[in-house]
T-cell receptor
Framework: DQQVKQNSPSLSVQEGRISILNCDYT??????FLWYKKYPAEGPTFLIS?????DKNEDGRFTVFLNKSAKHLSLHIVPSQPGDSAVYFC??????????FGTGTRLQVFP | ETGVTQTPRHLVMGMTNKKSLKCEQH?????MYWYKQSAKKPLELMFV???????ENNSVPSRFSPECPNSSHLFLHLHTLQPEDSALYLC????????????????FGPGTRLTVL
């Protein structure tokens, strides 16, 4: 049973527009959520995180929104740039250091 | 070298071979992890070492044997693997602050692409 789900395997967005990547989870005990970005032939790199006590965290072009009642979080990238093209993984944790990952969403930003 | 390094980057082995994957972190972290990434599946946590002691073993078959000789090095010894074990194996490290410090950001290596014939 997948506790963290990214239902969109891919997303294509025009440069300059907003990219919205979605993630759903089933475990109400999750209290920390992270987004990782992965380029081909590289390991995932940490992008942004949010604690369950918040509903929004912003870092430059990246904003993560958390809706606890819906068990849903999203990553907004605005404006999108071609260098943002990568696979984005959502991850959640109910215990320190144990992360449960989603399957990833491949984002392609075209000119 | 900086960050987390993994060797080899690619490995092809037969089912009767014995091989080892190596991970080294240069970040001064005290926790290290092995993950498996199969096609179209989530990243699966395999093993966690904190302060060189194994604290997590997610029902991984015994044909995978981890070793953490010190806080900077982590190995995954492979023996009599099956074709379905072919995957990308990722190593990660973090600074385990414990308690209520919250989740600790994990830094990943580039992975070893393993193919079992």
């Amino acid at each position: 049973d997948q506790q963290v789900k990214q239902n969109s395997p891919s997303l294509s967005v025009q440069e300059g527009r907003i990219s919205i990547l979605n993630c759903d989870y089933t475990n109400s005990m999750f209290d920390y959520f992270l987004w990782y970005k992965k380029y081909p032939a590289e390991g995932p790199t940490f992008l942004i995180s949010i604690s369950s006590i918040k509903d929004k965290n912003e870092d430059g072009r990246f904003t993560v929104f958390l809706n606890k009642s819906a068990k849903h979080l999203s990553l907004h990238i605005v404006p999108s740039q071609p260098g943002d093209s990568a696979v984005y993984f959502c991850a959640a944790s109910a215990l320190v250091d144990k992360l449960i990952f989603g399957t990833g969403t491949r984002l392609q930003v075209f000119p | 070298e900086t960050g987390v390094t993994q060797t080899p980057r690619h490995l092809v082995m037969g089912m009767t071979n014995k091989k080892s994957l190596k991970c080294e972190q240069h970040l001064g972290h005290n926790a290290m992890y092995w993950y498996k990434q199969s096609a179209k599946k989530p990243l699966e946590l395999m093993f966690v070492y904190s302060l060189e002691e194994r604290v997590e073993n997610n029902s991984v078959p015994s044909r995978f044997s981890p070793e953490c000789p010190n806080s900077s090095h982590l190995f995954l010894h492979l023996h009599t693997l099956q074709p379905e074990d072919s995957a990308l194996y990722l190593c990660a490290s973090s600074q385990d602050r414990g308690g209520d410090a919250g989740i600790n950001e994990q830094f990943f290596g580039p992975g070893t692409r393993l193919t079992v014939l």
